[in-house]
Nanobody, 124 residues
Framework: QVQLVESGGGLVQAGGSLRLSCAAS????????MGWFRQTPGKEREFVAA????????YYADSVKGRFTISRDNAKNTVYLQMNSLKPEDTAVYHC?????????????????WGQGTQVTVSS
């Protein structure tokens, strides 16, 4: 089984920045795409960003394009999300996940069990 541990969340003012990290461990595939998702109370989890194994394919939700940057370090089995120009509507619990297929991440297909996530709160 895959274990996912997210970190880096916190409280920040609108316009500020945060950098999230997610480390994968356990029975990870030999190569896999990774992605970030977020969820607010009472709403379904939504896709934020995805990155392929090589980093050659990256895809963002329209709501975060130009403000968020996804990256990864395969040696550390870690994916990052640099979040700039944060807005109050970015407030959510942020989760990561992985899959062999890039578009399974983008389309939020059948993914691994979710980790605890990391809370991001943006004050106005």
């Amino acid at each position: 089984q895959v274990q996912l541990v997210e970190s880096g969340g916190g409280l920040v003012q609108a316009g500020g920045s945060l950098r999230l990290s997610c480390a994968a461990s356990g029975r990870t595939p030999s190569s896999y795409a990774m992605g970030w998702f977020r969820q607010t109370p009472g709403k379904e989890r939504e896709f934020v960003a995805a990155i392929s194994w090589s980093g050659g394919r990256i895809y963002y939700a329209d709501s975060v394009k130009g403000r968020f940057t996804i990256s990864r370090d395969n040696a550390k089995n870690t994916v990052y999300l640099q979040m700039n120009s944060l807005k109050p509507e970015d407030t959510a619990v942020y989760h990561c996940n992985l899959d062999r297929e890039f578009y399974t991440i983008v389309r939020m297909g059948l993914l691994s069990p979710w980790g605890q996530g990391t809370q991001v709160t943006v004050s106005s």
